[in-house]
């Protein structure tokens, strides 16, 4: 039997070279509660980043319902219906009504043209993704935004490394929100951050992210425990040594794709693949009406072929049932998204997946 071909798989460094940091949490004995390790990831992502500000998360879902917490957001918020759950149920746990806007067909992100029409009195912030990557028409967003005077939080689970003209992607917004988990192009096992624009907001993030305490016997506010231990923080800073040599390896697989897909009639190829500043997290195709197979059916084709890939995101979170009864969430207000959700298939992609193999994906679609 062949060994099954996931849609990913996590980078891990030769244990021995992780060995010594266990060592040293071994000697220190302290596993928790903000230690070295954790203060020097923080300061080696601020670095690699670009960023001034950062605040690690045991996972990016905890960091993403503690970044609506810190900019006490409440009422409606503008979102997408086309991204993992998490998005979204952050949200709801903290009381907040989501409002679907329809999604751009040529990135698969938040269509700035939609979302005027979605604010109401009760709109206090936008919540985009940057899908795959990809990063969202930003300007635009941030000129809505500030004519309404809302706040934008994105989701950049997607979107580690990634940089536009200006700079780090992640400087957009009021806050950027980060994934650590062991799918993304950088993982800590289990992860997440927010980048913060100043020190005031980090310094209320770490308050919440830490029961609210800000010495022994003071809480200011009521906080949870969303803290990185000290063994993901030390998978991340040996993770970060590698990490431009795994996202040259992703463009290479990425790349390789691309040209052997280029000519497959109703095979679409999502992303541009000659941006240097990418990072090839996912390798996203839509599958159209010309491809003489529909995207099930390729689905389960290459499956008994023990390759796995994925319907990243099928179905679009406005179709699980505590999200279904809301007004936004007809699919006739959601035409693209709703078709992109019946197209998409993620093709595995990670840096030790062998050429060979992307060759054989291939030829597999290509051949009907």
Excluded at 294 to 318: C, G, M, N, V
Aim: net charge negative.
């Amino acid at each position: 039997m062949s060994t099954p071909t996931f849609v990913t798989q996590p980078y891990l460094p030769p244990l021995e070279e992780f060995l010594p940091y266990l060592e040293k949490i071994w000697e220190s004995k302290q596993l928790t509660n903000c230690g070295p390790f954790h203060q020097q990831l923080e300061a080696a992502l601020c670095e690699y980043l670009n960023v001034e500000h950062i605040a690690l998360f045991a996972n990016g879902t905890l960091a993403l319902v503690t970044a609506l917490q810190s900019l006490r957001i409440t009422g409606e918020v503008i979102t997408t219906p086309y991204s993992f759950v998490a998005t979204s149920h952050s949200l709801l746990w903290n009381g907040i009504k989501p409002v679907f806007v329809d999604i751009e067909p040529n990135t698969l992100n938040l269509d700035p043209a939609r979302i005027e029409a979605a604010i109401t009195p009760q709109t206090t912030a936008i919540m985009p993704v940057h899908c795959y990557g990809h990063p969202c028409d930003v300007e635009a967003i941030q000129k809505i935004a500030d004519n309404y005077n809302l706040k934008v939080i994105y989701d950049a689970a997607h979107a580690f490394g990634v940089r536009d003209a200006g700079g780090s992607l992640l400087r957009h917004g009021d806050l950027s929100v980060l994934s650590f988990h062991a799918t993304k192009a950088f993982h800590t096992f289990e992860g997440g951050a927010i980048v913060c624009p100043d020190a005031k907001s980090k310094n209320r993030i770490d308050h919440l992210k830490n029961f609210g305490f800000v010495d022994e016997t003071t809480v200011v506010a009521a906080g949870i425990n969303g803290k990185m231990g000290e063994i993901n923080a030390a998978m991340g800073l040996l993770q970060l040594k590698s990490f431009d040599q795994i996202k040259a390896r992703r463009k290479t697989i990425a790349n390789t794709y691309h040209e052997l897909l280029r000519d497959v009639p109703g095979i679409f190829c999502l992303r541009e693949m000659d941006r240097e500043d990418a990072n090839y997290v996912y390798f996203p195709i839509l599958v159209g009406p010309e491809y003489p197979l529909s995207r099930d059916a390729l689905y389960q084709k290459l499956k008994d072929h023990d390759i796995h890939p994925r319907r990243y995101f099928y179905p679009l979170i406005s179709d699980f049932p505590m999200y279904r009864s809301l007004p936004s969430s007809h699919h006739d207000n959601l035409p693209v998204a709703s078709r992109a959700s019946q197209q998409i298939l993620c093709l595995p992609i990670y840096p030790d997946l062998e050429l060979t193999k992307v060759a054989e994906i291939t030829d597999l679609i290509a051949r009907f």
